[in-house]
C-alpha cells in the first residue's frame, strides 16, 4: 500500500511493511517502550518494564532477537488526532491531568516536557505498534505487540495507566483503509474494557467479548451500553477451570456469531489481550482452527511474575505450532 494513496495518516505507521517480509516474526517491539523516570515508576504496581523483560526471555530462549522483530516509529499529534478529540490529546500538555490518567501523583509536579518525553513518548511508541501489529496479522495471520493494550482509553478521556486508546486506533485505521469489514475484540484482561467500549458504543462492525472481574476498577457501567458487548462478570477467586470453562464457550460462541455474521467476506478479525499460558492457547488455536487473523497485545499485568508468565505463554504458542515464523502456516 503506498502510503500517499491511503486514507488514514496512521497507515503511514505500516506503509513500509511488504507481504515478502518474511525473515523477521511479525512480533513489533522497541527497547525504548520500557518507561523508567526517576523511580516514581514504582509508586505504580503495574510493572513499567514488562515490555523490555518479555523480549529478553525470549531473547534468552533463542526465539527472537533485536534483529527478528518489527521496531515502531512514534505516533504523531497528527495521526492520533485520527481517533482521539484536540481537547484530550492537548490536556495531555498538563503533567496534572497526565498524573490522574498514570495514577502517580507526583508526576504532577514534573515539568511537562519531561513528562512527554520518559512517560508519553513511551505510550505513544507502543500505541504505533498496536497499530502496526494489527497490519502484519493481516498479512502473516498473526501478530503480537510486546506492548500497548490500552483499553482503559476512549477517544476523549484515560485512566488506569492508559493514555492512548491504541485499540481504537488499530481497528479504526484498519477499517479506514478498507482492509477491514468488522472486528472481534476478546478482552481478558482482568480489569473491564472500558476504553474501547465507549469509542465502539454503538457500532455495528465491533463486536466484543469481555470476561474481567466485576468488583475491582473501573466499574464503568456506562461503557457496558455498547450495543455489541457480551460482558461476563467475575469474582475474585474465580477458580482456574471455571474461568477457562467461561472463556471457552464464550470465545467459542462469539467467534461462530462472528463467522456467520460476516460470512467470511473479506478479513474476519480477532483481537485479544494478554492472558495465562492454557488461556491464551485456546484463544489463539481456535483463531487459527478458523482461520482468523489474530494479534495479541500485553496489556495489563501487576504480579512480579507477570513477564515471565507471558513469555513463556508465547513460547508455548510457537512449541504447539499456532505461531511460526514462516508466513500463512
Known sequence: MAAECSKSKCAILFAKIKESNNDVWPIVYSPNYNITFFGMEKLHPFDSTKWGNVFQYLQDSNMISKDTVVCPTEISKEQLLEFHTERYISSLNWSSKVAVITEVPPVACLPNFVVQRRLLSKLRLQTSGTIIAARLALLRQWSINLGGGFHHCSSDKGGGFCAYADISGALKTLKTEGLINSALIIDLDAHQGNGHQKDFKDTDWVHTLDVYNGSIYPGDYKAKEMRNL????????????????????????????????????????????????????????????????????????????????????????????????????
Open 230 to 329: 457480551l460482558a461476563i462478570e467475575l469474582r475474585s477467586f474465580t477458580a482456574d477451570e471455571k474461568y477457562l470453562d467461561k472463556v471457552s464457550k464464550a470465545s467459542s460462541d462469539e467467534t461462530r456469531w462472528f463467522l456467520d455474521w460476516q460470512g467470511r467476506e473479506r478479513y474476519p478479525y480477532l483481537w485479544y489481550s494478554v492472558g495465562i499460558i492454557r488461556r491464551d492457547e485456546m484463544v489463539f488455536r481456535l483463531a487459527r482452527e478458523r482461520k482468523i487473523p489474530i494479534f495479541m497485545v500485553l496489556s495489563g499485568g501487576y504480579q512480579p511474575q507477570t513477564a515471565q508468565v507471558i513469555a513463556d505463554s508465547i513460547l508455548n504458542l510457537k512449541g504447539q505450532g499456532l505461531i511460526t515464523r514462516e508466513p500463512n502456516l
